[in-house]
């Protein structure tokens, strides 16, 4: 299996450790990957609005696993994914969308022989709210963002989607308007996944009055919650006291927030930590139950299992 595991929070040093990482040529910003590990490209783009692209279509002839490790700074990655197993005997395509932040962990894994079509939209928190702060809803989008990112969830490309994508994909054969090109695209997918939120907000009727003082309390319960998955979780009573609310209320606000109840919220992240060490190839299973927490393996597994349909031997045996 491949590894990149990386928190860089710049695109060109990034492409620079992807070259050197997988022993590929880097020139003009397009990273040509190397035939012995696989085909295709990663070619960056800066635009002058201060955006980063990179554009990606490659497959592997492994596992590639892509670990991002969380940074203190700021800043956002918007991706569009479209991959297509060409060894799977259904060869289903699956795409999505998803948002990340670099103030989170997360990881990425393509298996053997997937083709992967990509675009990294990149940019700042300064920029974020620079680009919303032109909109009457743009306080309002910050909000929700602040409170939902560690639990943000992929969302089906749809048509639109893939078309927009697509045009843009396309635009490396117009050499003469390729930034133009590039750069109204993705402006339009940007524009398309903040109005998206937008709606998705109100049909879920999100509170928009929760104050902002009441947005660093819960951020600090999270952060509180997930520091250290070798003990214990807080009790709830610990985690009201630092939120300055009742035990009902803190629950209640954290499952509306968050999605989960606290606790399975605290289980997800945990049993998220567990797989990625796996997949590192850097401990074994002991190690691994032992740094989320638990003593005995079998309880460990039993956990792992129920997360995953799959037991912590398995993603050691899959390697």
Not at 159 to 178: D, G, P, V
Request: with cysteine; net charge positive.
């Amino acid at each position: 299996m491949l590894k990149l595991e990386y928190n860089h929070t710049n695109y060109d040093e990034l492409l620079k450790f992807y070259s050197k990482s997988l022993k590929s040529k880097l020139k003009d910003n397009v990273l040509t990957i190397d035939p012995s590990i696989g085909s295709g490209y990663m070619k960056l783009i800066s635009l002058s609005n201060g955006l980063q692209c990179l554009i990606s279509d490659y497959s592997f002839k492994q596992d590639l696993l892509f670990q991002r490790r969380k940074s203190e700074e700021d800043f956002y990655t918007l991706r569009f994914d479209e991959v297509i197993n060409t060894e799977s005997t259904s060869a289903n395509s699956k795409s999505a969308v998803f948002l990340a932040s670099t103030r989170f962990d997360w990881l990425f894994l393509y298996t053997k022989g997937t083709n992967v079509k990509n675009v990294n939209i990149h940019f700042s928190k300064e920029w974020l709210e620079n680009f919303l702060g032109v909109e009457e809803v743009g306080e309002v989008i910050k909000k929700y963002l602040s409170l939902k990112m560690s639990a943000f969830n992929y969302e089906p490309m749809d048509a639109e989607y893939k078309r927009i994508l697509n045009e843009l994909m396309a635009a490396q054969e117009s050499k003469s308007f390729e930034n133009l090109i590039v750069q109204n695209r993705t402006m339009l997918l940007m524009e398309r996944f903040f109005t998206r939120i937008y709606k998705k907000m109100n049909d879920q009727h999100f509170d928009m009055k929760v104050s902002n003082d009441d947005i660093a309390r819960l951020q600090k319960v999270e952060h509180e919650l997930l520091k250290d998955f070798s003990a214990p979780p807080p009790g709830i009573t610990k985690l009201a006291k630092m939120a300055a609310m009742s035990p009902s209320k803190l629950k209640n606000t954290f499952k509306e927030i968050y999605g989960l109840p606290i606790y399975q919220y605290f289980q997800k992240h945990r049993m998220n930590k567990a797989k990625a060490m796996l997949l590192s190839n850097k401990y074994n299973v002991k190690e691994v139950g032992m740094e989320v927490g638990y003593s005995n393996l079998s309880n460990f597994a039993k956990a792992f299992k129920k997360s995953f349909d799959q037991l912590p031997s398995d993603i050691i045996s899959g390697r």
